[in-house]
């Protein structure tokens, strides 16, 4: 079962910008589908994001596509994900996963 490990997230001004990482204990490229999700304060459900597909596909939830970008480094055995024009309402821990596996998020703070 592939680890993974975030790191990446802070506090930031509203407008401002973050790129969150996602470290696997294997070849990245080797992973179907790899995403990002994340759980607001005081919401008990977790919010799919983005995704990456082994094949280089991408997808985005609406309300981020156009100011978050998804992407991999396969040397690095990382996913990034550039999060640009942050809003409050992007405070969140978020989290990347496979089918199988999560990682244990990292916080972002995005204040007004």
């Known amino acids: 079962q592939v680890q993974l490990v975030e790191s990446g997230g802070g506090l930031v001004q509203a407008g401002g910008s973050l790129r969150l990482s996602c470290t696997a204990s294997?070849?990245?490229?080797?992973?179907?589908?790899l995403t990002w999700h994340r759980q607001a304060p005081g919401k008990q459900q977790r919010e799919l994001v983005a995704?990456?597909?082994?094949?280089?596909?991408?997808w985005y939830n609406d309300i981020v596509k156009g100011r978050f970008t998804i992407s991999r480094d396969s040397a690095k055995n990382t996913m990034f994900l550039q999060m640009n024009n942050l809003k409050p309402e992007d405070s969140a821990v978020y989290y990347c996963?496979?089918?199988?596996?999560w990682g244990q998020g990292t916080q972002v703070i995005v204040s007004s």
């Open positions: 996963a496979t089918v199988t596996s």
């Open positions: 995704r990456i597909f082994d094949g280089g596909a991408t």
């Open positions: 294997k070849n990245i490229f080797s992973i179907p589908v």
